[in-house]
Each structure stands twice: as structure tokens, then as C-alpha cells.
């Protein structure tokens, strides 16, 4: 028994250190390690370093010493109400790409696969031609002499031509444009992954087709919905293109007011400390998403749906 | 879906209101194809005459777009080899070795597709201007790889997962060295993927605004920045052209990739970045 049942404690440590010699040893490991350095060293030197030393700058007052007052400025006054305009665009913004990229999503998991796919090609096409050239042609549209005031006109809708462009009318038009895709593509992965025998369940035993909706099929795509609503708001929050673009002066966003502060004022601590809170938000963001994750999987696993 | 029933009327509704939403996707990005070959180019719809002066002027005498074409161009050809070798490093490492810590450098490497490109912008921009390197189209490049490498990864990985591994190891049974292997066998089989990452490189790069716009100068300034001034302190309805010709780019790269898909070989699952699962993004370009 002793020979077989050495005392545990050193042998397990000696595992351990032996393993982890062993592991950064080993063939595979060693490959890995000098395929990953490359990527590594390049972004912790282009990206992680830079957001760093924004950090180190919105900290710093003129002669060097620390200071919060840069955060201070950004939380008061002019700044604080364009972070509060930048929240409520955002959450126009994703919002309305929810419902509407809902209810497109889910009529595309209902077509025949082949116009299912031709649908899903003018929702990804859009996708990737340039969100600069997208929000042109809304200016072009939306101008006084543009499409759809035209048409507006020609219908004899009361109050046409209206202002579409420079207002918030206008941002949120063009900010939803460029969201909705990726909205519609999110949420159409999560769509088609529900287990259409459970919506058949339902209605075998009864439950009417609004029962069958609320409480079955929109709690198994709800924490596909969350998802796409919370990484839509995120990354409006940075947006700048459409709002410049489309917006008067009561619709600067964030990002043009950091654009303004390094161009303009050459206030490099200023836009700093702007940048952070940025950042700080999408971090709420992407941690209440985590959080969505743990809470939705836990209630699966507990077996409630 | 067999159980919700919808009935006629809700299907009616749903139908007209989803093929609305199509035509708000689409409709500006045709109107600017088809504004762009008629007389009046920021008005009118249908326009009253057709024309191609628009495409002519942009390559008249003091034209200031060919310098900004030339200039995307190779600011987009430098990102996409730096994302390309960075990427396929990275994937390998990512999908064919025992890498420690792999989830903290797969989550590196993500990273900048959901950190605000403004934060990212500025932070190069306080990297390159002391080094008084703003203007220089490597720094575009280098900044433009940190959005594109991502990209290039989740595409790579993709396609490294597709490939029977049985394959490789059935040629080294029958005694082909390593360089052959790689030579005869991977790389053949992954090139769909490598150049479906070149091309997503290469548009990512060819219509990035934000970070061009930190790192130009007055006289480097790339395709995007100069459509992005135009529309804000000028009016210059060649820029409807421009914006025509960055669309028609952009559907050139779509079907290249989709021909790709078609003659490629067999599982070639994700060679679009957005269906490979991992949100694509960041902000749209």
C-alpha cells in the first residue's frame, strides 16, 4: 500500500510542474506558440497599448500630474447632454432594428428555403457595401426634393414635403439602415435554430396561436433577441458616419464630438476621457450580455424554459 | 411552422410589411447606381436623361479622385497582406495546436470588432502623431489591419476546421514530407478560404472611414474621407459616381466569394464572416 500510495502532495505538485513544462514543450504547443505570437505582439502594440495610453492621457491634467477633471468636463454642461442624446439614439436606433428586423426574420425562416435565400441576399448584401455610401443615397431620398417626399407629395399627404434630414428623424432612419442587417442576421440564426417540434407540442395540446407565440416561441429566441438588441445599442454608441452626415447640430453623437475635440481644439485629453467612457459603456454592455448568457442557460439547465 | 397558425390575414400583413423593409434596405443603395448614370445627378428620380459625364469627370484634368483611388488601393492591398499572414497564423495556432491561454488570444483577437472604432481611432492616432507618421499610408494600413485581422481569422478558422486532417495524415503515411504536405494538400485546399480573407480584408480596408480619417493628412486622404468631405463642405456631383464605383467594388468582392463557394471545394462552411457564428462587425464599415 505505502509503494503504491505515495504521500499525494508532493507528486501531485510535481505533476503539475511537470505538466506545465511538458505542455509548453510539446511539439503542438510549441507550433501554436509561434504561429499566435505574430497576431499578439501586433495587437497588444496597435490596439491594446493605444487604448491604454488614452486612458493614461484622460488622467492626466496639463502639467502632468493626475487629475479627474477631464471627466468631470465630459459629465457636465454641452458634453453630458450629447452622451445622453448618443443613449437615446442608440436606443432608438436598436430598438426599432429589433422589432422590425424581428418581424423580417421571421418571415424569412417561414419561405421556401430558395426564397429564404434569395431574401437573406439583399438583407447581406447591404451588409457589406460601404455605410458611407448607404447613408448618401438616404440624403438623396430624404432631401426636400428627394424620393419620398415626392411621393409623399404626389400621394397628397397632408403637411408633405416634411423635413426628413438634420433632425433626429433623419439619424435614426439612416443609423437604422446600417444596424438592421446585422440585427437580421443575428437574430435569423437564433430563429432557425428553435425546435419547431416544441411549437407543435403546443399546439397538439391546445394552446392557441397567440399562447404558442408568448409562451412558447418567444422565450426560446428571447436571449437571441437580448442579444441582438445589446450589441446593436453598443455599437451605436461609437457610430459617427450617419450622424454627421444626417444630423443637425442637436444630433451630435459622441464619436463626432471626440472627432471635434482631436481635429479642431487639438484637446487630445479631453476626447481621452470621452473615449473611455465610451468604452467604459460598451463594457457594460458586452458584461450584461455575459450576464444574459449565464442567466439563460442556467434556466435551461434547470429545465424551465 | 406547423404550430403557429398564422392566419391569412396575419401572413398578408407580415408579408407586405417584411418585403417594405426589404426596398428600405436596398433602395438607396440602387438609387445611387442608378442617379449616378442620369443627368441631375443629386435629384430627380427616375432621371429625365442618362449620361456618363460623372464618370468622366472624375478622371478630368485637377480631378483630386484618382490620387484618393490610388491611394485606398494601396492602403488596401498592404492591409490585406498584413491580415492575411497575421490571420492565418493566428488560425492555425487557434484551430491545429495545443495553445495555452487560447481563449484570452481568441478573445484578443476578436476584440476589435466590438471595441468603438473611435477609441480605437484615437488611440492610433496618439501612437502615429508623435511619430509624426500621420499621413503615411503604412500607418493607415497597420491601423486599418487591427479591424481587418479579425475578420481574416473567423474566415481562416472556418476553413481550417473544414479540412479532413485524415487527408494529411493519409499523405504522410505514404511518406510526403512535411513542405509537400503543405504544398500539395493543405494549402489547395484552404486557398478558397485564404482568398475569400483577402477579400473581406481588402474591402475592409477599401471602405474604412474612421481610422483613415484620424491618420490622413491634407494630402493623403483615402477614397472614403474625400466622399465623406465632399458630402459635408462641398458639392460635387461626381461624388455620386464615386459612391457607384464603391458599391460595384464591394459586389464585385460578393461575387468573387460566392463563385468561390460554388467552385471551391467541397465544405468550405464560412467563408462569409457572418455566418461563421461570431458576431461580424464592429462598427459597419
Not at chain 1, 8 to 20: D, K, Q, S
Not at chain 1, 51 to 74: M, N, P, Q, R, V
Not at chain 1, 292 to 302: F, I, M, P, Q, T
Not at chain 2, 98 to 116: E, F, N, Q
Amino acid at each position: 500500500m505505502a509503494v503504491l500510495a505515495p504521500p499525494p502532495e508532493p507528486v501531485v505538485a510535481a505533476a503539475a510542474t511537470g505538466g506545465w513544462r511538458r505542455r509548453l514543450s510539446g511539439r503542438r504547443t510549441r507550433f501554436g506558440l509561434l504561429n499566435a505570437t505574430p497576431v499578439v505582439v501586433y495587437l497588444l502594440v496597435l490596439f491594446v497599448y493605444p487604448i491604454f495610453s488614452t486612458l493614461l492621457l484622460s488622467l492626466k491634467d496639463e502639467d502632468g500630474g493626475f487629475t479627474l477633471h477631464w471627466y468631470a468636463d465630459a459629465l457636465s454642461g454641452t458634453s453630458l447632454d450629447i452622451l445622453l442624446i448618443t443613449l437615446r439614439i442608440s436606443a432608438e436606433t436598436s430598438a426599432i432594428s429589433l422589432v422590425v428586423g424581428f418581424l423580417l426574420a421571421y418571415w424569412i425562416t417561414r419561405l421556401r428555403p430558395i426564397w429564404a435565400g434569395l431574401v437573406m441576399l439583399v438583407v447581406v448584401v447591404p451588409h457589406f457595401i460601404s455605410a458611407l455610401v448607404r447613408t448618401y443615397g438616404w440624403i438623396i431620398l430624404l432631401g426636400d426634393h428627394g424620393l419620398v417626399n415626392e411621393t409623399l407629395v404626389a400621394l397628397h399627404v397632408p403637411g408633405a414635403p416634411f423635413q426628413l434630414l438634420y433632425n433626429e428623424l433623419g439619424v435614426v432612419i439612416g443609423t437604422t439602415s446600417v444596424m438592421l442587417p446585422y440585427t437580421v442576421l443575428l437574430l435569423y440564426a437564433v430563429m432557425r435554430g428553435v425546435d419547431r417540434g416544441l411549437i407543435a407540442a403546443a399546439a397538439s395540446m391546445g394552446a392557441g396561436r397567440l399562447v404558442t407565440f408568448f409562451r412558447v416561441y418567444l422565450p426560446l429566441v428571447a436571449p437571441g433577441l437580448v442579444n441582438a438588441g445589446i450589441l446593436s445599442f453598443i455599437l451605436c454608441l461609437g457610430y459617427y458616419l450617419t450622424p454627421a452626415l444626417m444630423g443637425g447640430p442637436k444630433q451630435t453623437m459622441v464619436a463626432s464630438l471626440i472627432d471635434e475635440q482631436v481635429m479642431k481644439n487639438n484637446q487630445w485629453n479631453g476626447a481621452s476621457a470621452l473615449g473611455v467612457i465610451l468604452l467604459l459603456l460598451t463594457f457594460a454592455g458586452l458584461l450584461s450580455l455575459r450576464l444574459v448568457k449565464s442567466v439563460s442557460e442556467a434556466a435551461k439547465n434547470r429545465g424551465g424554459a | 411552422m406547423i404550430g403557429l397558425r398564422d392566419s391569412v390575414a396575419g401572413r398578408l400583413v407580415l408579408g407586405v410589411i417584411s418585403l417594405l423593409v426589404l426596398v428600405f434596405l436596398g433602395l438607396p443603395i440602387v438609387l445611387i447606381l442608378v442617379t449616378s448614370f442620369g443627368s441631375d445627378a443629386l435629384g430627380s428620380f427616375p432621371p429625365e436623361s442618362w449620361t456618363l459625364t460623372w464618370y468622366q469627370q472624375l478622371f478630368a484634368d485637377g480631378s483630386k479622385w484618382p490620387a484618393a483611388l490610388a491611394l485606398s488601393a494601396t492602403v488596401a492591398a498592404l492591409t490585406t497582406v498584413f491580415s492575411v499572414v497575421l490571420g492565418m497564423m493566428a488560425a492555425i495556432a487557434l484551430v491545429r495546436s495545443d495553445l495555452p491561454l487560447r481563449s484570452a488570444v481568441y478573445g484578443l483577437v476578436l476584440a476589435p470588432l466590438v471595441i468603438p472604432q473611435v477609441v480605437v481611432a484615437l488611440g492610433l492616432f496618439l501612437l502615429f502623431e508623435p511619430a509624426a507618421m500621420l499621413g503615411s499610408p503604412i500607418a493607415i494600413a497597420l491601423g486599418h489591419t487591427v479591424l481587418a485581422t479579425p475578420i481574416a481569422v473567423m474566415i481562416l478558422m472556418a476553413t481550417l476546421k473544414g479540412i479532413d486532417e485524415r487527408l494529411e495524415d493519409a499523405a504522410a503515411s505514404m511518406g510526403a514530407g512535411r513542405l509537400t504536405i503543405a504544398r500539395r494538400i493543405t494549402f489547395p485546399l484552404a486557398a478558397p478560404g485564404v482568398i475569400a480573407a483577402a477579400i473581406f480584408s481588402f474591402i475592409t480596408s477599401f471602405d474604412e472611414f474612421f481610422i483613415s480619417q484620424f491618420l490622413s493628412s491634407v494630402d493623403t486622404i483615402t477614397l472614403p474621407v474625400q466622399v465623406f468631405n465632399v458630402l459635408q463642405f462641398d458639392v460635387d456631383p461626381s461624388v455620386t459616381a464615386v459612391a457607384a464605383l464603391l458599391i460595384a467594388v464591394a459586389l464585385v468582392a460578393l461575387g468573387l466569394v460566392a463563385l468561390l463557394r460554388r467552385f471551391g471545394t467541397g465544405k468550405q462552411g464560412g467563408l462569409l464572416p457572418v455566418e461563421t457564428g461570431v458576431p461580424a462587425g464592429g462598427e459597419p464599415k
